[in-house]
């Protein structure tokens, strides 16, 4: 159990870092409790700042600056504004990419506002349950 707490406003360094010249993980975080339901990380600010940044610095990178994955039903990333958009994506390439998923065409039922890519590369748009709209 690891607290720390620095209450004074005016301090404009880190609280906590963490330097690191090899080559192994800066930081490891685990929870082995399988029956947890409480957030493994949790952060948040009360200002007007980015409440969490990751930042990958090396112009040759090709791995994404950040990696979600579940091996649930639940969503890879969820993103909400409670008074603006949902999600912002730029990129020099695409703004986006959806990846073609192997199936012949899209599921046998979605939710509305499902978009899917099937392996013929044909874009799908569910409107609820078994409505389906190819887009292109």
Same mark, same amino acid.
């Given at each position: 159990?690891?607290?720390?707490? #620095? ?8 609280? /906590? ?5 090899? /080559?192994?993980?800066?930081?490891? /975080?685990? =929870?082995?409790?399988?029956? !947890?339901? &409480? !957030?493994? &990380? *949790?952060? @948040? ?8 940044? &990751? *930042?990958?610095? #090396? ?9 979600? @994955?579940? #091996? ?6 969820? &993103?909400?504004? %409670? ?8 990129? %020099?390439?695409? @703004? ?5 998923? #192997? ?12 978009? *899917? /890519?099937?392996?013929? %590369?044909?874009?799908?748009? =569910? ?6 709209? @190819?887009?292109?």
């Amino acid at each position: 159990h690891l607290v720390v707490n #620095n209450a004074v406003a005016a301090n404009a360094a880190p609280v /906590v870092a963490v330097d690191r010249a090899g /080559v192994g993980r800066g930081l490891d /975080v685990l =929870c082995t409790n399988s029956t !947890s339901t &409480a !957030s493994l &990380a *949790y952060v @948040q600010t009360n200002g007007t700042g980015r409440a969490l940044t &990751a *930042y990958l610095n #090396n112009s040759t990178a090709i791995e994404p600056a950040a990696k979600l @994955q579940t #091996n649930g039903t639940g969503f890879g990333v969820e &993103a909400v504004s %409670k008074n603006g958009r949902g999600g912002r994506f730029a990129g %020099k390439l695409a @703004q986006l990419q959806l990846a073609p998923a #192997n199936t012949a065409t899209h599921p046998s039922s979605g939710s509305a506002g499902d978009v *899917y /890519v099937d392996r013929a %590369k044909r874009l799908w748009f =569910c409107k609820g349950g078994t409505n389906w709209v @190819q887009l292109a």
